[in-house]
Structure formats: structure tokens, C-alpha cells
T-cell receptor, first 115, second 113 residues
């Protein structure tokens, strides 16, 4: 069975601090996709990144970076120099590569960045 | 370019009633997936529609049904509402049933009293 675990329910940091959101996944598939989504209070899920299971290279996009390690089944997300606008719920998700319409989401981590 | 639109935004129903939620996919998309997000939880996959047929289904009872129209828009119907059906219902669209990324709408907040 597929499963995504985000052990951190809530994280609170002060602006400009770095913060890492953890994600651990389980799957029997040999190929799969991993995702991170941001959900602001408006409710819409905003796509941040998709990673193919064959690509273990870390990725950096501005203040965001992702560390994918198949050996530990983890796909962690780091925000550098956090800002108040980063406050949101962040979800890690997993899907088969054959159909990304069915995503398995973690419970989410609520990030609060205080000024 | 309009994104995924859902209606209504909010809805209050009584236990035992039936409800219909609507979704218009992003322009150029032909596949619609529905998710249920209970308060404080991650979204859970309900089902996916493509070419007017249900292609995949999550672990939801038959009270949850759907439909896709020729213009690719979709409806989610829930019969015999339970208090536990109170949630944010998210619609996502994509192109085809392969690895096209999902685009989500803002959701419909359903409250069952």
C-alpha cells in the first residue's frame, strides 16, 4: 500500500529562519512521482514541485530546495530565509507515474512564520 | 486563461439530504479528479473522470457518484449525507490520464448539520 507520512503537524519559526519540512513515503512501485503542494487559507492547492523516482538530484528554486533520498524514502523540503508569506499548510504527495490524477497525500504540516 | 472553477463556494446541508458540486476544468484539460479534505487532514482521492467515464476510484462508498459532461465539466453527487461528509471538496483537472500535472480549484466547503 502507498502511504505518505508528515510527522510534523505544526512548525512555528521567526522570519528569516530556515525551516525543513519532513516527508517519508511508502510504496511498492519501482517508479513513482513525489510532489509538494502549498495550501494557503484560500484553499487552493498550489503545485511546488514534482520529482520522478529515477531522479535523485536535489533541486533548488529560489528560497526553496528539496532533498530526495530513496535510501531512506524521504523527500524533504527546506525554505531558506522564511517569510511571513510562506505561512500555509504544506502537503507532500505520492502518485504512480502511469496516472498522476490519483495522489496520496500526507497529513500536512502547518507552517507559521512570525514577523 | 481561466483555471479550475468550482461552485458553489460554500454549502450547508442537513443530514440525509443530497448534494451536487460542480467543477469546470482549466482550459485545454479533459480529465477531472475529485478529492475530499476533512478539517486538518490531507486530501483523499474520491474518483477520476475521463472521456465521460469513471476511470479510477478511491475508497469511498457508493453514496459518492459523479458525472462528466461532453464539455469536460464534472459533477460530484453525494446522497444520504452524513455529518462526516463535512469537508472541503477539491476538484483538479489535467490533460489525459497519464502524468500531466494536476491543477486544483479553490474547493467547495460542505457543512452537514
Amino acid at each position: 500500500a502507498q502511504k505518505v507520512t508528515q510527522a510534523q503537524t505544526e512548525i512555528s519559526v521567526v522570519e528569516k529562519e530556515d525551516v525543513t519540512l519532513d516527508c517519508v513515503y511508502e510504496t511498492r512501485d519501482t517508479t513513482y512521482y513525489l510532489f509538494w503542494y502549498k495550501q494557503p487559507p484560500s484553499g487552493e492547492l498550489v503545485f511546488l514541485i514534482r520529482r520522478n523516482s529515477f531522479d535523485e538530484q536535489n533541486e533548488i528554486s529560489g528560497r526553496y530546495s528539496w532533498n530526495f533520498q530513496k535510501s531512506t524514502s524521504s523527500f524533504n523540503f527546506t525554505i531558506t530565509a522564511s517569510q511571513v508569506v510562506d505561512s500555509a499548510v504544506y502537503f507532500c504527495a505520492l502518485s504512480a507515474t502511469s496516472n498522476t490524477g490519483k495522489l496520496i497525500f500526507g497529513q500536512g504540516t502547518t507552517l507559521q512564520v512570525k514577523p | 486563461d481561466a483555471g479550475v472553477t468550482q461552485s458553489p463556494t460554500h454549502l450547508i446541508k442537513t443530514r440525509g439530504q443530497q448534494v451536487t458540486l460542480r467543477c469546470s476544468p482549466k482550459s485545454g484539460h479533459d480529465t477531472v479528479s475529485w478529492y475530499q479534505q476533512a478539517l486538518g487532514q490531507g486530501p483523499q482521492f474520491i474518483f477520476q473522470y475521463y472521456e465521460e467515464e469513471e476511470r479510477q476510484r478511491g475508497n469511498f462508498p457508493d453514496r459518492f457518484s459523479g458525472h462528466q459532461f461532453p464539455n469536460y465539466s464534472s459533477e460530484l453527487n453525494v446522497n444520504a449525507l452524513l455529518l462526516g461528509d463535512s469537508a472541503l471538496y477539491l476538484c483538479a483537472s489535467s490533460f489525459g490520464t497519464g502524468d500531466s500535472p494536476l491543477h486544483f480549484g479553490n474547493g467547495t466547503r460542505l457543512t452537514v448539520t
